[in-house]
């Protein structure tokens, strides 16, 4: 690989070997010059930097084949924190992580007055966090249920960063920070909540699009002359296989409408219809496996679109039946993708996939902080 050099205070510098080092767990200098293409110089200074953060740090050594043991670098987790708010329709999931994406705390609070600023202070109190190793705080949700200042507001009443963020594209950052993933993967996460978002994530950075709106898979047309959508479309897949989409057609049903006649909100309707349909019920079988069919149309048109790797199924949607769709989405990528003749299209589900919103929102917050270069948010309040 031909070296390049690059000043050790470029933030793109910085970023890829923070990215290097965090998929790779334990990695020695060496390795890190021969993987970024970075000279030893550079790689040197940019290392010297993030221990001195304390972002990275010497964990033992490996067996060199040319003399001494070279020593080995590794994320420093329990160094700084981010803290990342999702709010739901009727709860905020409160969570923190270190700097590898683990999870140290998490709460689920009422919506109630939405007091996030009170609810910043309790929580992270509670977890006896140090307030000076805290990297900011990240809130996501739906772009209809956040205030177009919040971030400002609440970044001036607070004193750290804050960043506002929708949860689809937070979750992904999320699912690739936490597994793990290689800045060489084109990966990508679809997140099935009431509607149906991606996220995606291209060389470590979240691809938002030219106006911050990237991943609307939830308005991918699948039937040119479908159902009408309400942003004017037809035939939005959405239509057809959202948690919304899901409980209305199992209202209609006469075997299942009296299973959601105690189901207080959209969400446990759900619940109730996807625990049905894996233990075997076979009408919400069904119901659930049709939209299933229909996410994975849209999908695949996503896969080919973007040649992705890897996908990972997370959301709300997915906590209880998120097999029927990963074997669904399985199945359909296998014998439709583009690209399945030249490499495996990976489909996982999330370990956490209620609260992947808000663990993402939260490895925003790390990446901001410690792996500066990518792609900024719109909605990024500094201190």
């Known amino acids: 690989m031909a070296r390049r050099e690059a000043p050790a205070a470029g933030p793109g510098s910085r970023a890829l070997v923070v990215d290097v080092v965090r998929s790779a767990t334990a990695i020695s200098r060496v390795e890190l010059a021969e993987l970024t293409g970075l000279t030893q110089p550079s790689i040197s200074g940019i290392v010297r930097d993030l221990i001195a953060d304390g972002v990275i740090h010497e964990t033992g050594s490996a067996d060199s084949v040319r003399g001494a043991p070279r020593k080995l670098l590794s994320i420093n987790p329990a160094n700084r924190f981010g ?14 992580i270190d700097l590898t994406g683990g999870v140290v705390g998490r709460e689920v609070v009422p919506r109630g007055d939405d ?31 956040v205030a177009p200042d919040l971030g400002a507001v609440l970044a001036e009443r607070l004193g750290i960063p804050v960043l506002v963020e929708n949860d689809a594209a937070a979750a992904a950052l999320g699912e690739f920070w936490s597994r793990r993933v290689s800045r060489d993967q084109s990966f990508g996460s679809v997140y099935l909540s009431t509607g149906i978002g991606a996220g995606l994530v291209f060389g470590g950075a979240l691809f938002r699009g030219a106006s911050f709106d990237a991943g609307e898979l939830g308005h991918l047309s699948i039937a040119y002359d479908g159902r009408p959508c309400p942003c004017g479309n037809v035939g939005c897949v959405e239509r057809y296989a959202s948690m919304a989409a899901t409980v209305a057609a199992a209202r209609e049903h006469p075997a299942l409408s009296s299973r959601l006649r105690l189901a207080g909100s959209l969400s446990s309707a759900y619940d109730a219809v996807a625990r049905a349909a894996v ?64 490499h495996e299209i990976v489909v996982e589900l999330s370990a956490q996939p209620r609260d992947a919103a808000a663990i993402g929102a939260a490895a925003l917050v790390v990446q901001a902080s410690i792996a500066p270069g990518h792609t900024p948010s719109p909605a990024l309040q500094p201190q």
């Open 83 to 96: 803290i990342g708010f999702q709010i739901g329709a009727e709860s905020v999931t409160c969570v923190a």
């Open 115 to 145: 007091r996030l600023q009170s609810r910043f202070e309790d929580f992270t109190s509670g977890l006896d966090l140090p307030r000076g190793r805290i990297e900011g705080l990240a809130v996501v949700a739906p772009a209809d249920r």
């Open 279 to 342: 233990n075997g019920d076979p009408e919400a079988f069904e119901l659930v496996d049709q939209a299933a069919a229909h996410l994975a149309v849209a999908v695949t048109s996503m896969v080919n679109l973007l040649d992705l790797g890897r996908l990972v199924l997370t959301g709300p949607g997915m906590a209880v039946a998120g097999s029927i769709y990963a074997r669904r989405l399985r199945e359909h990528l296998s014998a439709r993708a583009h690209a399945r003749h030249r």
